[in-house]
């Protein structure tokens, strides 16, 4: 996964962390906010009872020590609130809640006489407000300072978790030697992880030796006896039951050709060896080699770079499964540097087209019968000599269509000489890495 992706990808174990903690950040400032406004709230409003009240009595009794006029009230003058708990308990408090002027009521029966004040809350209010506001700036100051600093503790995790992936890909694609090379520092769960992916590699890469040198020991020690069981067939003596033998130890041989032929090319021992060819002659020859109807068509006349017997094999073993697990007619194009191979038969089946071709694997049964091998060195002579071999399903009658595509020349730089037909003279590029599917 590109790096951009992974870093603008939403479901992301960063992305993931960093929401929560903002979360867990954001519902700890609320709750903390909540719980102080509410505390402050109810505590203002103690204390502003406390001060009514306490007023309201030094106005009484400075109105009784100087004559001054005291502080009565009508029943009207004050809120029904108010009246009620005067009403039921000789006196009361009442907070009225005005959008820009709140108040505070103290009021008290004494001596059969109604008195009430009202002292201003404006100043406690702006308190509370100016409190809120902080709190709230505050928490999104932290908000702003946690955020980046989890993304940033984040990042080593998941760019731990994005190699380990990363050498899961390239496992699965095909690179035994891929390593995390973690080691065991950190301990963690991603140390773990890591050294669980390399364990595996290397299980993997040591079972798969085990299989190619199994298969190549099995084929060099039948390649001896069966060259002698071919000698004594061509002695027999003529006749249908000769025939039939001499076939089946053909086939014999055949599929251990084949067999040595894949060891070589599991343990890389096969070497390209390009030159300069035309490369629809090469594909017309290959065709009739095989003793089998094909037509050939090509656009212009291609000159390639590659290696004539490796790309003469590739064909060779196309056109054969064409023919052996397709149905004719069987149709060869060659377009620049691309063969394709094509046949009205059922088509490659689905695992062939997921996986690319399995030795010994021969799809669906309308296909036909075979050893699967064919496929499987078409695809590793590919991977020799730099070409893309790429299977797939005609979307029409649905034959099977298989590409071959050679490495594109590479353009001469500058200065160099052309020849007669402005072709630039060693523009020909060679492919030292194959991309098609591993055998």
């Not at 505390?39 to 001060?51: D, I, K, N, P, Y």
């Not at 290959?286 to 050939?296: E, K, M, W």
């Not at 071709?357 to 590793?380: D, K, S, V, W, Y």
Request: net charge negative; with cysteine; glycine share 10%.
């Amino acid at each position: 996964m590109p790096l951009t992706h992974a870093l603008l990808n939403p479901r992301s174990v960063r992305w993931k962390t960093i929401v929560l903690v903002a979360l867990a950040c954001a519902a700890m400032a609320l709750t903390v906010g909540v719980l102080v406004h509410r505390s402050t709230l109810e505590r203002s409003m103690h204390e502003g009872a406390v001060r009514a009240a306490d007023s309201l009595d030094r106005e009484i009794d400075d109105a009784r020590a100087t004559g001054a006029a005291p502080p009565l009230k009508a029943p009207g003058d004050l809120p029904d609130a108010l009246l009620h708990q005067v009403r039921l308990h000789g006196e009361g408090t009442f907070y009225e809640d005005q959008r820009y002027h709140p108040s505070i009521w103290a009021a008290k029966i004494q001596d059969g006489k109604l008195y009430a004040i009202e002292a201003d809350m404006t100043a406690d209010l702006l308190t509370r407000q100016a409190l809120d506001r902080h709190m709230w700036k505050y928490s999104l100051v932290t908000l702003a300072v946690v955020v980046p600093m989890t993304a940033l503790a984040t990042e080593l995790p998941t760019r731990r978790l994005r190699r380990v992936a990363r050498t899961a890909r390239r496992i699965t694609a095909g690179d035994l030697d891929a390593r995390t090379r973690m080691g065991t520092r950190g301990g963690d769960e991603i140390t773990e992880i890591s050294a669980t992916v390399d364990t595996m590699a290397d299980s993997l890469r040591d079972r798969i030796a085990r299989e190619q040198r199994f298969t190549a020991d099995v084929a060099h020690e039948l390649r001896t006896p069966l060259m002698g069981l071919v000698t004594s067939a061509d002695l027999l003596p003529d006749g249908e039951a000769t025939d039939l033998v001499r076939d089946r130890v053909h086939v014999l041989r055949d599929l251990v050709e084949d067999l040595l032929e894949i060891s070589r090319l599991d343990a890389g021992a096969e070497q390209a060896q390009p030159r300069e060819v035309h490369l629809a002659e090469l594909v017309e020859e290959s065709v009739a080699r095989t003793g089998l109807p094909a037509t050939v068509s090509s656009a212009g006349a291609p000159q390639v770079e590659t290696d004539p017997r490796r790309l003469d094999r590739i064909v060779s073993n196309l056109v054969v499964n064409a023919h052996r697990h397709g149905s004719g007619p069987v149709e060869i194009a060659v377009s620049g540097p691309a063969i394709t191979v094509r046949d009205h038969g059922p088509g490659f089946p689905a695992d062939l087209l997921a996986d690319g071709p399995q030795r010994f694997r021969t799809g669906t049964a309308e296909r036909g019968r075979g050893h699967g091998l064919g496929l499987t060195i078409a695809a590793g002579q590919a991977a020799v000599i730099g070409a893309d071999l790429h299977f797939s399903n005609h979307p029409g009658d649905g034959g099977a269509v298989a590409v071959v595509r050679l490495p594109a020349p590479r353009p001469a730089p500058l200065g160099w000489p052309e020849d007669g037909d402005g072709a630039s003279v060693g523009a020909v590029g060679r492919g030292t890495g194959g991309t098609g599917p591993r055998p």
